[in-house]
């Protein structure tokens, strides 16, 4: 064992307390590396130190390194963490069985670069799928994954709970996603200056810290994984899950550093809840941005309109999604999910297949930061004895917290279409 850890162990038996060393990783892998803001760089600071302690927390997050380009700097920051988290275990393309036998064998801290590669293909010729389902299930802890082992195919339960730290191109599925703290990063400007990093010449003194961290993390373990950290108004649910080991190991360092995290949280969950929408989502909202004042409108109107992207975004996919325009057939399937089918209307006198504004409504308040009131408009044309007139519904106020929409989803956003 490391002098200075022994060191540290003699101080804590005469009653001396260790020195918390997290302002020291800051600063290193400061020196290396360029963030966004001092939120990102405080956020990696903590993920770091929480790794040494993982195994008493109930959650791990997933810390997510993305970038719309290569050379933004993600391998950096894994390089540089492979250096300060105990048993790093560095992978681009390890197979899936040598990852699970790893972690059956000893806790390592994971840190796996191009890992969008992993997600690129579909289907049962896709070789990453239990990669995927440990990412998924290994973010809490007692998870595990069963498979078939040996000549006899005998069932075994591998855990696959522990540290992990992730950098690909763009973004992942929401599962990762939600579990993840998000570091966007992105190519240096030429006025942004790091220090040189060579491995060889930074083992000895990364080493050296990360026994600092580790020798620390061993005298606050214990409170850190017990500890019920007060999260900051409106960030709860899962947000809340994936920042309490990060905000129990600030709290324990005292000094700033709690404060500092609480403030990382509100500015890293808000790039998070920035994130493109999914695509349904985004259908709901070109639909509303569509529809105007209108009551009613014909499914042809509707599709023209989006194609030609009118009032809409200038990345809006409508007409090249999945390689062609979204025809009649698939706008109906992406409305289903949201309990919106498309009825006959009358528009200007004239009755076609359409959708009515107080039918998109409810999906609008549910999945969109605010909608308009639907209006009174006249009934579809349904072969009923009776006109029923729509109930008014009122106005949705704005929710004035930014993070009281990004805690308040929890598991049931929508998923990627």
């Not at 920051?77 to 899936?96: I, R, T």
């Not at 409508?318 to 919106?340: Q, S």
């Not at 308009?372 to 006109?387: G, I, N, T």
Request: net charge neutral; glycine share 8%.
């Amino acid at each position: 064992m490391n002098a200075v850890v022994e060191d540290l162990r003699r101080a804590r038996q005469v009653g001396a307390p260790a020195v918390q060393p997290l302002d020291d990783v800051h600063g290193y892998i400061g020196r290396f590396c360029v963030f966004r803001d001092e939120h990102a760089l405080v956020a990696v600071t903590l993920w770091a130190a929480h790794a040494h302690m993982v195994e008493r927390f109930h959650t791990t997050p997933r810390l997510m390194l993305s970038s719309p380009e290569a050379g933004s700097g993600k391998t950096r920051v894994l390089e540089v963490l492979e250096l300060l988290v105990p048993d790093p275990m560095f992978c681009l393309s390890a197979s899936p069985p040598a990852i699970f036998r790893t972690l059956a064998a000893r806790h390592i801290t994971l840190l796996v670069d191009e890992v969008d590669a992993i997600f690129s293909r579909r289907g049962a010729e896709d070789a990453n799928e239990d990669l995927r389902a440990m990412l998924n299930a290994g973010y809490k802890r007692g998870a595990s994954i069963p498979r078939c082992v040996g000549p006899r195919h005998e069932v075994q339960q591998f855990q696959v709970f522990c540290a992990t730290a992730l950098a690909g191109l763009g973004d992942l599925p929401d599962t990762i996603m939600s579990r993840s703290i998000i570091i966007r990063m992105r190519k240096r400007a030429g006025h942004e200056r790091v220090e040189p990093f060579r491995t060889r010449e930074q083992e000895a003194p990364g080493h050296e810290l990360r026994e600092r961290l580790a020798a620390w993390a061993g005298t606050v373990a214990e409170a850190c994984g017990a500890a019920w950290p007060a999260m900051p108004h409106g960030v709860v649910d899962r947000p809340a899950e994936v920042w309490e080991p990060l905000i129990a190991v600030a709290d324990a360092a005292g000094g700033d550093w709690p404060d500092r995290a609480r403030r990382a949280c509100v500015a890293l969950l808000k790039v998070a809840s920035d994130r493109r929408a999914t695509l349904g989502v985004r259908l709901l909202m070109d639909l509303r941005t569509v529809f105007g004042d209108a009551d009613a409108m014909h499914t042809k109107i509707i599709l023209d309109k989006l194609h030609r992207g009118e009032g809409l975004e200038a990345d809006a996919p409508w007409n090249d999604l999945h390689g062609k325009p979204i025809a009649e057939r698939g706008l109906a399937t992406m409305l289903k999910k949201y309990d919106v089918g498309s009825i006959k209307v009358k528009v200007g006198g004239v009755s076609l297949q359409g959708y009515r504004r107080e039918h998109l409504w409810d999906a609008w308040q549910r999945y969109l930061p605010s909608a308009p009131s639907p209006k009174e408009a006249e009934p579809p044309e349904l072969a009923v004895p009776a006109r029923r007139q729509v109930p008014q519904v009122p106005q949705v106020p704005q929710v004035p917290d930014a993070l009281a929409s990004v805690g308040a989803g929890g598991d049931d956003d929508p998923e990627e279409v």
